[in-house]
């Protein structure tokens, strides 16, 4: 019976390309390998780990045209692309060069029991599975594998069957460090393959909507894993009267539209103070305008195509229901289709209310709707009323004014003052508020420490009848 599963080609919708999923049985013996090898990947120690991620790098140089002609098929985007690859080699370096004081043993130190002694142990968890999704496909199935690696775990990769293609030139890569390619492997496959994958695995990271997110937690629990989860957004960005409408309309944008609004840092939700609203929505309007379709070439503008042909439905439907409801649009407002891809200009909305779909759930587009709000008060309200809280942005006059706000908002991550800086800013620690995530930070320190297991050791320094003892 034929498994493979055919590919859309996000530029033109053409079926150019097919994957095939592991049967059971491949998944199997692949898990029951990788846990095999774990052992030997820690007993090397973390200098050789360093190493051999140090070579991967040299590979993912080597063919590092031929694995971006795949990226750049998969999302018919060429920039942001590039920036994946360049993301991911920095990446390796940025934990080859944190893990060896983040991993250093912990000195043996007594207690509040003056004869015992403390000593900590941390153990990698042995197998680790990755399910990533389409938006930055190479870039979002390493960002938590490559700590985990480091960490001394073996992982398990399945990335989104919508953007499959890089898939192959990266295992390609992988093929030729020998230590690397026994503990780490790319899988294709869609949910069937990822349903089984968590059941194989001591802990498993997810990366995608709160649909499926939801669906990951209860068999993790039911397996009684760890399940890290990054799932979705509608993050929110309040202007505040004393804010530089010049720098907030510019960051705005960007953190609105960039890679086509497809990204978890995208801010979908604007709330503007009433004294400037209209000035804003001029300015923010002038700005999107001015940005076009990268069609029928890449040189011909910044937006690319919507990736998933099920996600330009929904940006549709939420389109739709907005104006149905009385939106103004003021610029873009259309989903198109050309030759075969789906495509979206910069779009600004507004007459927009909390009833409206564009306003509640994710759209995962190059969307901007902008409310008004009477009162700082009013404002932190609206931006909380939402059960996503992955993260958001203020701008204000000064600092101090944005950060009285940002205190209030319910979000894990607030750029103060500009929009998107998560992408950048890779040393803060943070945790999902609401239904966009759950467990650890996959940012800073903890993005390491939670793919191990500590053991205490309690050790006894005296020969001596504790006092506790039955007598």
Not at 81 to 90: A, F, K
């Amino acid at each position: 019976m034929d498994t493979s599963i055919p590919i859309r080609n996000p530029r033109n919708g053409k079926i150019d390309y097919t994957i095939t999923p592991p049967t059971e049985q491949q998944l199997t013996d692949l898990c029951g390998h990788l846990r095999q090898h774990q052992k030997q990947w820690v007993l090397g120690g973390l200098q050789q780990r360093i190493e051999v991620l140090q070579t991967w790098k040299q590979a993912i140089k080597a063919d590092q045209a031929e694995l971006l002609e795949a990226l750049i098929t998969d999302t018919g985007r060429k920039s942001e692309s590039i920036l994946e690859i360049d993301s991911l080699i920095s990446g390796i370096d940025r934990w080859c060069r944190l893990a060896p004081q983040l991993l250093a043993p912990e000195a043996e130190r007594t207690t509040a029991i003056p004869f015992i002694n403390l000593q900590h142990q941390s153990i990698a968890y042995p197998l680790v599975g990755v399910i990533s999704p389409w938006n930055f496909p190479l870039l979002l199935s390493t960002i938590d594998t490559i700590p985990a690696l480091m960490a001394g775990c073996a992982v398990i990769v399945k990335p989104s069957e919508i953007a499959p293609r890089f898939i192959q030139p990266l295992i390609k890569t992988i093929s030729t460090v020998p230590l690397l390619r026994d503990v780490l492997a790319y899988i294709e496959g869609a949910a069937e393959t990822g349903a089984n994958l968590i059941q194989k695995v001591d802990l498993i990271c997810f990366t995608g909507s709160v649909a499926t997110g939801k669906k990951v937690a209860a068999a993790a629990a039911k397996q009684f894993i760890p399940a890290f989860l990054e799932l979705g957004g509608k993050d929110a960005a309040i202007v505040l009267e004393s804010a530089n409408l010049e720098e907030a309309t510019s960051a705005i944008l960007w953190g609105s539209v960039v890679n086509n609004g497809q990204s978890c840092l995208s801010l979908e939700r604007v709330y503007v103070a009433e004294s400037i609203f209209e000035s804003f929505v001029e300015q923010l309007t002038a700005k999107a305008q001015r940005l076009k379709l990268a069609y029928p070439t890449f040189e011909d503008g910044q937006i690319g195509p919507i990736i998933s042909a099920s996600q330009a439905e929904i940006m549709a439907t939420h389109l739709e229901d907005a104006r149905y409801k009385g939106a103004k649009i003021h610029c873009g407002g259309e989903v198109e289709l050309l030759e075969g891809g789906f495509w979206c200009l910069p779009t600004v909305l507004s007459e927009v209310n909390h009833s409206m779909k564009i306003m509640s759930e994710e759209t995962f587009g190059p969307i901007m709707p902008v409310m008004a709000f009477s009162s700082v008060e009013e404002g932190i309200r609206l931006a909380n009323d939402s059960i996503y809280g992955l993260s958001a942005a203020v701008f204000a006059a000064s600092t101090e004014e944005a950060l009285a706000v940002a205190a209030d908002l319910e979000a894990g991550a607030i750029s103060i003052n500009d929009a998107g800086l998560t992408a950048f800013i890779h040393e803060g620690e943070k945790n999902s508020f609401k239904f966009s995530g759950l467990g650890g930070s996959r940012m800073g320190a903890a993005a390491l420490q939670r793919f191990r297991r500590k053991k205490a050791l309690l050790v006894k320094t005296q020969s001596m009848a504790d006092p506790w003892w039955f007598k």
